[in-house]
């Protein structure tokens, strides 16, 4: 298994000065190679800089990462943990600390606001003087109140592409004024949102439609086919706290259907918990991402977990149904499959689509797991 303090030591100290700590930019910037020095022009968007020798890219990086509207820019474009974490080095002459993920401190590094140098073992963290200066002549109160209210921006961007994978600004827009006092305008939407894919984020802008980073050149077809099905559909918009909780790419609902799932794999096929759960994370994706049931099987069979016997595969079966019928879904719009059947009038789909089961123990002359009532060498089983 991988280390991964280990391999974040080792990526800290290549990201490091190596020696004595400095404190004065210009200083600072004398140690650092040409390429690194480009780095920091070509992020920060210094003029001419492809031409610059060493020295003249030293010289004249100042001149443009000191500036107010640079500054400013650089500290609204880092993410909450990035913030705090540079607000703590700001407020001391320079932090030691070996504990630090890469990703913690890349982005003002990368701005050149931020230098780290590595010490006798020992990992320094220190803003210059010279940026710390131009720091205190910012208007803070504007700065922050500007910040606060981008990353709620985000947020319900973030959160909207995660519940839906597609949508349109103007529906961002509802959502947003209908759940929050200080209305926002579509050029507003549309300039921050724009401003902050400077970096990554869990959204992309395409075809007029803000879509999750699932999406890009390669899987336009798919973008398109999923506008097709949601078509006339109606949406599911949570509450504001529950809405916002899918801004965290990683979260997902913990249904009684999972868990009733996560209990049948631990009494019946493995007794080893974080297996289990790994499993589990996994089978949610999938059936949010529609995966046929032969695919959630392989999520078992890649952990070692297998069946003993047809009726583990037949309960497994149903219990995955269950789970599918109650999993958020991009191609309802939201709601789960249980959900939109009583909304429609209809009746929840209690198949998995390509629904097809190969268990390990499943003999030839078995009942096939699909439930075609024929047996498995004559149905899912043939070659």
Known sequence: MIDLMEMYNRRNQEL???????????????????????????????????????????????????????????????REEEFQFFQNVR???????????????????????????????????????EVKE?????????????????????????????????????????IYNDQNDQSLRLQDLEEITDFHLKRVQFYERMDGYYVSQYFDESTVQEMQALLKRIQNKPRYIP?????????????????????????????QLCEDAELVDSAIDDIQIACSMEEPLQ???????????????????KRFSSLVTEVYNHTRLWSNCGHTPA??????????????????????????N?????GSGKKYKKCCGEQ
């Open 339 to 364: 959900e939109l059947g009583a909304l429609t009038g209809g009746s929840a789909i209690r198949a998995i689509p390509g629904q097809r089961v190969v268990a390990a123990k499943v003999g030839r």
């Open 16 to 78: 490091a000065i190596q020696g004595a700590v400095k404190y004065r930019l210009e200083e600072i910037l004398s140690l650092l190679g040409k390429n690194r020095l480009t780095d920091i022009a070509t992020s920060i968007g210094l003029p001419g800089r492809s031409s610059m020798k060493k020295a003249e890219l030293a010289a004249r990086l100042p001149e443009v990462l000191l500036k107010e509207y640079r500054l400013d820019a650089t500290l609204l474009l880092a």
């Open 134 to 174: 131009a720091l205190r002549q910012l208007d803070w109160d504007a700065l922050l109140l500007t910040r606060a209210r981008e990353q709620v921006v985000l947020q319900y961007v973030n959160a909207a592409v995660n519940l839906y994978g597609v949508c349109t600004p103007e529906l961002i827009l509802e």
């Open 239 to 267: 509450s504001k706290e529950k809405f916002l909780m899918y801004s965290d790419d990683h979260y997902s609902e913990m249904t009684p259907q999972l868990l009733q799932l996560r209990l049948f794999i631990l009494n």
């Open 295 to 313: 695919s959630i099987v392989n999520e078992l069979d890649r952990r070692g977990i297998t069946f003993d016997n047809i009726n583990q595969v």
């Open 366 to 370: 078995d009942p096939c797991p699909c």
């Open 91 to 129: 407020s001391q002459p320079c932090l030691q600390a070996d504990d630090i993920t890469p990703g913690t401190y890349l982005h003002f590094v990368d701005y050149g606001v931020l230098f780290t140098f590595w010490q006798k073992d020992k990992l320094y963290f220190v803003i210059p003087e």
